[in-house]
């Protein structure tokens, strides 16, 4: 398809390089979506868990409830603010590298066990279409996959961040 010249993304003829000023963006912007989600089944979770009682006490009186999504918070939460320092490096023009990296994986995966356990949290209605957190697990485990692997970061992490020898 031919595209009009006034639509070109930087210099001509260095396409690929346009292609990699996206990959830090794509990594923050992943990592506050699953920031987004983690915060939205703990709303609903800690919402239920105030809600519904079993035997004439709230589930989420109980430490078996409460601590791990207390932990779930948590871990989002430092989701959040790796985020955030990723995006204001990126948007202050410094390398951001790192932090996007870093964000995309602790965002993976504090949103993926925050799901887990807001559906830990409402038992058998954690299955139902009706509080739709089931529906997410698609795509919050799709973010430990793309758009680029906890391993490939792992080795971003090894190599660039640790100076170990790069291993691929
Ligand atoms: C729905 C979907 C959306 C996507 N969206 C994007 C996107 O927006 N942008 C983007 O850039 N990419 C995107 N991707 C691609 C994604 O980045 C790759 O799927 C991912 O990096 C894994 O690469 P692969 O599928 O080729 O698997 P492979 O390279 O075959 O890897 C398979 C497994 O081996 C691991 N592995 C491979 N090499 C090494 C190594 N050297 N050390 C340790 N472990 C290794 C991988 O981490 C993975 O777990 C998307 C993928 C999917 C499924």
């Given at each position: 398809m031919e595209i009009p010249e006034d639509r070109l993304l930087g210099a001509q003829g260095?396409?690929?390089a346009q292609v990699f000023a996206g990959l830090n963006p794509e990594r923050i912007v992943v990592a506050y979506m699953a920031v987004g989600f983690g915060h939205y089944a703990l709303d609903i979770a800690s919402s239920y868990a105030r809600d519904r009682k079993v035997w004439g006490v709230?589930?989420?009186?109980h430490q078996g409830i409460a601590h791990p999504m207390a932990i779930a918070k948590i871990n989002v939460e430092l989701a959040e603010l790796i985020?955030?320092?990723?995006?204001?490096?990126?948007d202050n023009g410094y390398d951001a590298s790192?932090?996007?990296n870093?964000?995309?994986?602790?965002?993976?995966?504090?949103a993926l066990a925050a799901l887990d356990q807001?559906?830990?949290?409402?038992?058998?209605?954690?299955?139902?279409?009706e509080f739709g957190l089931a529906d997410f697990w698609g795509v919050v485990r799709l973010y430990k996959t793309a758009p680029i692997s906890r391993e490939m970061i792992l080795n971003f992490i090894s190599q660039h961040s640790l100076g170990l020898p790069r291993s691929y």
């Open positions: 260095n396409g690929f709230p589930i989420g009186a985020s955030s320092k990723a995006a204001w490096l990126f790192e932090s996007a870093i964000a995309k994986f602790q965002g993976a995966d504090a807001s559906i830990q949290t409402l038992g058998g209605n954690g299955m139902s279409s």
